[in-house]
């Protein structure tokens, strides 16, 4: 009888620490299947935007931007992204940024950027600046993605913002926008009032061979730094539309005069165009032709719609209203 009973309690524990040894190992494997939800970082910021919201690293340090006007936002905050996508017609980086690049990876174009080059970089964090949300289920697979929306150049300064948000960067932003605006109070000073009544212009050119003058309005990036100089527009510049353009055709080409204007070429437009644009007779006639105070600059950088492309644009009004005679 006492080997009966022996043999029941060996039994009884042997069922029970098969039991532990099971739940145990069950617990275990769980743990396992769920390590890649302990591995996300652990500090994370809720972030709204224009496609939901994300948790973003507290410190991210592989970002990718997907817009120049993104990348130069970052780089004014002496953040370097590890990728970034170059601008919209061209697969370079502007020349304002040449000496701030090195190291940063093209990811393709701002509207087709490169998914399998950004899988391939591991980055932290993808900022996207577009109104389009269709790629972002796929970035966001990637990394955590967040993306807000774009209305053009008239709202750089929201979005510069917005990237100061995104990193939690304020004490960087009040410093970064201490820059801008002494900049802007030191050529103030340094124009004086030698342009006290005088009115600017600024228009760029969509198509040189059937010329289509765009003019900058008062609430878009250059528009708005001229603004910020106390630069006054001509009458037809000096409103704010909510798309902040004016369109006008080669025969109203009298609607861009001005005692100054700046007009806008990329690349090899700043030669052939030009030359081409020179050669119509209403040209001719514009009071600021005639006193040659018309100034050929770069468009990329004059529509670029960052803090560092403002730095550009405020060099180019150094550049020719202080030290041209």
């Known amino acids: 009888m006492k080997k009966v009973s022996r043999a029941i309690i060996i039994f009884i524990l042997a069922s029970l620490t098969s039991f532990l040894f099971s739940a145990c190992n069950q617990k275990l494997t769980k743990n396992v299947g769920n390590l890649s939800e302990l591995s996300r970082p652990v500090y994370c910021r809720i972030i709204q935007h224009l496609a939901g919201e994300t948790c973003v690293p507290q410190n991210p340090q592989r970002i990718i931007s997907l817009h120049i006007a993104t990348l130069g936002n970052l780089l004014a905050l002496d953040v370097k992204p590890i990728g970034s996508a170059t ?3 061209k697969s370079e980086f502007p020349k304002y940024l040449e000496d701030k690049i090195d190291g940063i990876e093209s990811v393709g174009g701002v509207t087709q950027p490169n998914l399998e080059k950004i899988l391939q970089l591991k980055p932290d964090l993808i900022i996207n600046l577009s109104d389009d949300k269709t790629i972002y289920p796929l970035l966001s697979k990637i990394a955590p993605t967040v993306q807000t929306g774009w209305e053009g150049p008239r709202q750089w300064k929201e979005h510069f913002n917005f990237v100061i ?3 939690g960067r304020e004490n960087a932003s009040q410093q970064a926008w201490n820059h801008y605006y002494q900049r802007i109070q030191e050529l103030k000073a340094a124009l004086g009032d030698r ?3 005088q009115k600017f212009s600024y228009v760029y050119v969509e198509d040189s ?5 765009i003019s ?3 609430n878009v990036f250059a528009g708005s730094i001229l603004n910020d100089v106390g630069l006054q527009r001509t009458e037809l510049q000096d409103v704010i539309t909510p798309n ?3 369109f006008i055709p080669e025969e109203e080409l009298s609607k861009i005069d001005a005692d100054v204007i700046f007009i806008g070429f990329d690349g090899d437009d700043e030669g052939k165009s030009f030359n081409k644009l020179k050669q119509k007779p209403l040209w001719k006639t514009l009071k600021a032709v ?3 105070h018309v100034y050929i600059v770069n468009l990329s950088t004059w529509r670029e719609s960052n ?3 403002a730095d550009a644009v405020i060099d180019d009004l150094y550049k020719y209203l202080v030290k041209t005679p």
Do not use: D, M, T
């Open 244 to 246: 902040g353009y004016i």
């Open 290 to 292: 005639q006193q040659n």
């Open 209 to 213: 061979n059937h010329p289509i003058f």
């Open 87 to 89: 601008g919209y017609q």
């Open 307 to 309: 803090l560092l492309a």
């Open 195 to 197: 342009y006290q009544n």
């Open 216 to 218: 900058e309005l008062k």
């Open 165 to 167: 948000k995104v990193l």
